[in-house]
């Protein structure tokens, strides 16, 4: 095809021009030029029905976005404007009678609440409060006095010690994440070895613990016989043997997660400025959060005091205004979304800068990667951005009521069909949103569509829409438990061995242990999103026969097929950015 011909093609993301197609994998990863000199290409004709069944191939969108999804970023706005208005109006209208509710009495002859301004509290109660009962007061405080003081330094110490474990643990967090992260791209399999043992061993050595403490212990023998103490111990190792049973069964699965989780490690230290823009994000969101939470404590100013009828008595109540309930209700809504929308816009941000990075030349990686990432979430696709999280948002909510219904121990046959129903639904929009937010970063295309394109992209490319292995959270959730245990017994050690707390230490120990897994339960996070967005990049290699990196497709080419999905045709056009 010469240069004239190709200056005529639109710079659409997907090009609708005719092209030759043969069926899926008729042989490894053809080029398209190559598909194009196998066969001539089609006569202008009519749209057949097979050719309404072509798939066009996929790319990274370099070029500009339209906005997609904008009902909900509409939406969206006006939450937050009707939150923060009203929010405002409360302020404005707030009651500062609110704080002095005490102070009036409920007078017959009006049938109202009156402000008594001459009610003095020693007035009222001036022969009640005696030197006296000042000096008897004092009495009886003072023997109490030392042991208080006592208690004082110890909480004081605890208090101090808290502390600065907590900001020590926080600043060395960073370069424990940092050598967490070296350590999973070049020792991944080392690493995975050596904390393996610890799943098994660690629960080995608290159900050990307990049996033995509870033996030792005459109260804690005496409440449960010996007899159950077996059969719970005996239990519980049954327990962790099922778990080694169930290790050993997926130790192949085990070998290939090792070599998914270092190639997105490796993808990871790539793409190091997602660790500054991440958490700026997060802290956007909290100040974000911070007039709305203003505007929650003065809308419960906002009322009047009205008498109450209790008994035949009468009292001085507060009353809301009828509106405020309402803007509680909408002030959480706007809260829970937001929550939603700024993960699902982490998630984007995650996916397009590992997906420019994945598509680019290793002499050729664009800059900017972060800041057009950001531009497009917060821009474009920012109703897609909203969209999804309002979906995440509404599982999440309709999720927790049917595990408190399941707690509440609602019995009958419909409330059985009803929750089965309600999973089976949740479960399926899990399954569709697996990977919508990380194709839409990577083309722009609306929520839906994305949906839509995501599964028929994995489907005809014989590759799982479930993937992403859980077996891979599993390992990093057990490699950062080992890792922030062993630094709690170094903390707890030196807290021993340097401070005079006593058993304050095993509090700010756990304390510091709670710290650590959650920096890195935040670093686990991050390194989902990039599996999940090197998955589909590969998907979309495969796609177009083509091999951007060749050290990613040596890892996911060994990952097991989906055979029961029949392939489809694909049409092999040039892909335009």
Not at 23 to 40: C, D, G, R
Not at 455 to 478: K, M, Q
Not at 486 to 504: E, K, Q
Request: glycine residues 4%; charged residues 15%; proline residues 5%.
């Amino acid at each position: 095809m010469d240069s004239t011909e190709e200056t005529k093609k639109p710079s659409n993301l997907y090009d609708p021009s005719s092209s030759p197609t043969h069926p899926l994998l008729s042989k490894p990863y053809p080029s398209p030029s190559n598909s194009s000199e196998e066969q001539p290409p089609h006569p202008t004709e009519p749209t057949s029905d097979s050719d309404q069944n072509q798939f066009l191939l996929i790319c990274y969108n370099y070029g500009p976005r339209p906005f997609k999804d904008w009902p909900f970023l509409l939406l969206f706005a006006l939450l937050s404007l009707c939150t923060f208005g009203f929010g405002i109006f409360s302020i404005a209208h707030k009651n500062s009678d609110y704080s002095n509710i005490s102070s009036y009495t409920y007078y017959s002859s009006s049938s109202s609440c009156v402000k008594n301004s001459s009610l003095s509290l020693f007035s009222n109660h001036g022969s009640s409060f005696s030197l006296s009962g000042i000096s008897n007061f004092r009495s009886s405080f003072s023997g109490f006095f030392f042991l208080e003081n006592s208690i004082s330094l110890s909480s004081s110490d605890f208090v101090r010690g808290l502390i600065w474990a907590l900001v020590i643990t926080f600043i060395l967090s960073v370069p424990i994440v940092w050598s967490v992260l070296l350590l999973l791209k070049h020792y991944t399999k080392q690493i995975v070895y050596v904390s393996v043992p610890f799943f098994i061993v660690i629960p080995i050595g608290i159900n050990v613990y307990w049996f033995v403490a509870c033996t030792v212990s005459s109260s804690c023998s005496n409440a449960f016989p010996l007899a159950y103490r077996i059969l719970l111990l005996l239990f519980i190792f049954l327990i962790i043997g099922i778990i080694v049973w169930i290790f050993v069964l997926n130790w192949h699965r085990v070998e290939s997660t090792i070599n998914i989780i270092g190639v997105a490690s490796d993808a990871l230290s790539r793409n190091l400025g997602l660790f500054g823009i991440l958490p700026c994000l997060t802290l956007g969101l909290l100040v974000y959060y911070v007039p709305i939470v203003v505007f929650l404590v003065f809308a419960r100013l906002n009322g009047k005091i009205v008498p109450r009828e209790s008994n035949g008595e009468y009292s001085c109540v507060w009353k809301q205004d009828s509106w405020v309930p309402a803007y509680y209700a909408l002030a959480i809504i706007t809260m829970l979304w937001s929550a939603a929308a700024m993960v699902e816009a982490m998630a984007y941000v995650i996916s397009a800068t590992v997906a420019q990075w994945y598509f680019s030349k290793e002499d050729a990686i664009p800059r900017r990667k972060i800041r057009s990432s950001l531009r497009n979430a917060f821009g474009p696709s920012f109703g897609t951005v909203c969209f999804s999280g309002l979906l995440i948002c509404a599982v999440r909510v309709v999720r927790a009521a049917v595990d408190s219904a399941r707690q509440e121990d609602a019995r009958g046959i419909v409330n059985v069909m009803l929750r089965c129903f309600v999973n089976t639904f949740l479960s399926a929009v899990d399954f569709l949103n697996k990977f919508t937010i990380n194709f839409a970063a990577i083309t722009g295309e609306a929520y839906c569509s994305s949906a839509r394109m995501t599964y028929e992209l994995l489907r005809r490319n014989l590759l799982s829409a479930v993937f992403v292995e859980t077996v891979s959270t599993r390992l990093l959730a057990g490699i950062i438990f080992v890792i922030s245990s062993i630094y709690a017994v170094v903390v707890c050690a030196i807290l021993n061995g340097a401070t005079d707390i006593g058993v304050y230490a095993y509090l700010v120990a756990l304390s510091s242990w709670a710290l650590l897994m959650l920096v890195l339960g935040f670093f686990v996070h991050v390194l989902d999103k990039v599996i999940d967005t090197v998955y589909i990049c590969y998907a979309i290699d495969r796609d177009k026969g083509d091999v951007s990196k060749p050290d990613v497709h040596e890892v996911y080419v060994h990952l097991p097929i989906s055979r029961s999905q029949r392939s489809y045709p694909v049409s092999q056009t040039p892909c335009t950015v």
